[in-house]
């Protein structure tokens, strides 16, 4: 491990010392050092994306220390980043997120499946309430939560009806247009600071309070399957004629396509990096697999348990990964179910 890396584990500052303390105690390594670690964390595959993201990790760091150690002004500072992530099912988009910030660099994150959320006034819970969850990871500490991460998972799942019921709500009580869960998310991605509850909106407790949002960072990700084998139109400029897309995952990244999917083109404008991640291959899976074997091996272990896997049985948690899609998460969900029947067979009760 490196040496900016060493003693991760008993870096966790006290609550009770100060914001700038907290924040001078927070790892700084540098893109490359968080990209190694990575690796010795497990995870597998997605150079490109890993790459892009240590960069923002380090960024992230460094604009807390400019803003709460040097006296930095927000003013003064580039405008705060915002990521999206696309990519397949199981690639390793949410679990990239969670690996830096909440692991290597022990800020505040949280990750929040979008879908539960609805504009102000509808069923569902209010976006404003995504900054209370970041709070909660926070200790309960608000100036501490001004420094974490927002992930918002399912992102493409929010798109806009692409039909002519744009208004939002069409007259129902749910926000099923997605476009006011679009407009609450712009808020948070744009505005200085914004309200949250303390006591998640029950019975209206207390009144809401201000986050500043300088120093938290939005990643948004999504699978955005819709585009796999369409054709869409782009958009014309001047007196141009719209002209055929091709929708393959690598044109994703143009606005023009994410703008079809259904998103409100002010939105897309507040990303400042969209990312690709490609599914993952069959060596990937192969490592990512051995690595969870692994795991489960030792935890079997310790109970006196074995996890007899052939070869083949080995060979066909791969290709059924392979086949259906799934990526890394349908290599846990095979050895879970394996891990099921060792257990269920082998253990044996009190009078066995």
Not at 261 to 272: D, I, Q
Not at 287 to 314: C, D, F, K, Y
Request: proline content about 6%.
């Amino acid at each position: 491990m490196t040496p900016a890396l060493k003693g991760l584990a008993t870096r966790r500052a006290p609550p009770s010392i100060s914001l700038a303390e907290r924040v001078a105690s927070l790892p700084c390594p540098s893109p490359r050092e968080i990209d190694e670690h990575l690796e010795q964390l497990g995870y597998r595959g997605q150079r490109d994306a890993r790459r892009s993201i240590s960069v923002l990790a380090w960024r992230h760091i460094r604009r807390l220390q400019r803003l709460h150690l040097k006296g930095a002004s927000p003013s003064d500072l580039p405008d705060r980043d915002a990521y999206l992530l696309i990519g397949p099912t199981g690639c390793g988009k949410t679990h990239l997120i969670e690996l830096i910030f909440s692991q290597v660099l022990q800020v505040p994150t949280v990750v929040v499946d979008i879908t539960q959320f609805s504009e102000t006034g509808y069923v569902g819970h209010d976006a404003s309430s995504i900054l209370t969850r970041l709070v909660d990871a926070a200790g309960g500490d608000p100036a501490w939560a001004a420094c974490g991460i927002v992930c918002l998972d399912e992102f493409d799942k929010i798109a806009g009806s692409v039909s002519s019921t744009r208004f939002a709500g069409a007259e129902t009580t749910k926000d099923v247009s997605g476009w006011g869960v679009q407009r609450s998310l712009l808020t948070l991605l744009s505005a200085p600071t914004a309200e949250y509850a303390p006591d998640h909106g029950f019975a209206g407790r207390t009144r809401p309070e201000a986050l500043p949002l300088s120093g938290v960072t939005f990643i948004a990700c999504g699978a955005f399957s819709r585009l796999r084998g369409r054709r869409v139109h782009r958009r014309g400029l001047g007196f141009r004629a719209p002209d055929l897309l091709p929708s393959r995952l690598a044109g994703a990244t143009e606005p023009a396509v994410l703008e079809w999917y259904g998103f409100m083109p002010e939105l897309l404008g507040r990303f400042t990096r969209l990312v690709e991640l490609q599914p993952l291959g069959r060596e990937e899976l192969e490592s990512i697999l051995t690595n969870v074997l692994e795991r489960h091996r030792s935890e079997l272990a310790a109970e006196g348990l074995e996890l007899p896997l052939q070869e083949e049985m080995v060979e066909g948690i791969i290709e059924g990964a392979l086949r259906r899609g799934y990526g890394a998460r349908g290599l846990h969900l095979a050895v879970t179910r394996l891990v099921e029947d060792v257990i269920y067979d082998q253990v044996k009760g009190a009078n066995g």
